[in-house]
């Protein structure tokens, strides 16, 4: 076996000289080789302390969590780095219930635990082994800090507000969290972020990805979220959410890039040639309500659109620009396109009138 030359002539004297550390190392059945560790571990001395703890590379996930369990009650022992020999199985173990064994194992081992918990919890990548790790420091009365590991304990233990305090450093674990299996936690991740992104403008690039949640209600925080941050890519990233089959996202994203203001134009634009034409009267409302005067050249692009509707809302938007159109709208009158010429000309006659009333 694979530590028979830690134990391979050596037999453990109970009363029926049962041969425990022999069959510990040599016997053939998984069942037999547990037993064999708990009963060694009644005997407990460096000879039996030297062959459990080489039981926790045997073959079999059942054997070696009973030397898990055998090392837990012998957490002190000065013959074996028993601490040590619980972080190794913990981080590396290829059977996850037997890494959560000796993670739980190493919680009322108390301050001596909380250096190497801290270490897997840096390196562990998988969630529920996060959490385990949270509840062995919380076991070991670990008080966490505001550093990554401190933000790594706040999301696995749920404590969103504390991550808030952690600022920076818990960008990296909640952008994991907002891809967990859960609506709530998802959500509140993406909350959780949008609160750290007011300080830290970091916190906006993992919320590109809740944009596209099977959750209404993620999404809708994402677009928030996004929008409240307000990177220089945030109109790119919310545009495509203008066809969002559900109209409080569709809505929450209108919002947001009237929000934005001019620094939403740009992509705006390049939404006006979408296929679908209520996305380009979407983009055409939402440039309306922005106002400014950097939305009348795109808006005359759309006087040329297939679609009434979006010709409508166009013409609607530059009436309103006022003066602020009137340049492009000459400019327009030149356009190949016959409906583009034509509505340029009635937007500058309105606004003549309008002019001349005044």
Do not use: K
């Amino acid at each position: 076996m694979c530590w028979s030359a830690v134990v391979e002539t050596v037999t453990l004297r109970r009363r029926r000289d049962a041969r425990v550390l022999t069959d510990l190392a040599e016997a053939e059945d998984p069942s037999t080789r547990a037993g064999a560790v708990r009963h060694a571990a009644q005997r407990w001395d460096g000879e039996v302390a030297a062959a459990v703890a080489g039981a926790t590379d045997d073959p079999d996930p059942g054997v070696r969590r009973a030397a898990l369990r055998a090392l837990s009650d012998h957490l002190d022992d000065p013959d074996i780095p028993v601490l040590r020999t619980l972080a190794r199985v913990a981080a590396a173990d290829p059977d996850r219930q037997v890494r959560l064994a000796a993670v739980a194992a190493l919680g009322p081992a108390g301050q001596p635990a909380i250096e190497p918990l801290c270490q897997l919890l840096l390196n562990e990548t998988i969630a529920t082994m996060r959490e385990a790790i949270a509840e062995a420091l919380d076991d070991a009365g670990w008080v966490p800090d505001t550093t990554r590991a401190g933000a790594l304990y706040f999301v696995a233990r749920r404590r969103w507000d504390w991550c808030v305090d952690c600022g920076q450093a818990a960008i990296e674990p909640l952008a994991g969290a907002a891809r967990d299996a859960e609506e709530a936690v998802r959500l509140a991740a993406v909350r959780t972020l949008a609160a750290i992104g007011r300080q830290h403008p970091a916190a906006a690039g993992p919320l590109g990805a809740a944009l596209v949640d099977e959750s209404v209600a993620v999404r809708q925080a994402a677009v928030e979220a996004i929008g409240a941050i307000g990177e220089p890519d945030a109109a790119t990233l919310l545009c495509p959410l203008l066809s969002d089959p559900d109209q409080s996202v569709s809505g929450a994203v209108t919002d947001a890039l009237i929000a934005l203001g001019p620094a939403a134009v740009e992509a705006l634009a390049a939404v006006l040639g979408d296929t679908d034409p209520r996305v380009r009267r979407a983009a055409v409302e939402v440039l309306g309500a922005i106002g400014h005067e950097t939305t009348a050249a795109p808006l005359c692009v759309t006087l040329g659109d297939t679609d009434p509707e979006v010709r409508q809302a166009a013409e609607g938007a530059l009436t309103a620009l006022g003066e602020l159109a009137a340049r492009p709208l000459r400019a327009t009158l030149r356009d190949p396109t016959d409906h583009a010429r034509r509505s340029a000309a009635a937007i500058l006659e309105r606004l003549a009138v309008l002019s001349a009333e005044r």
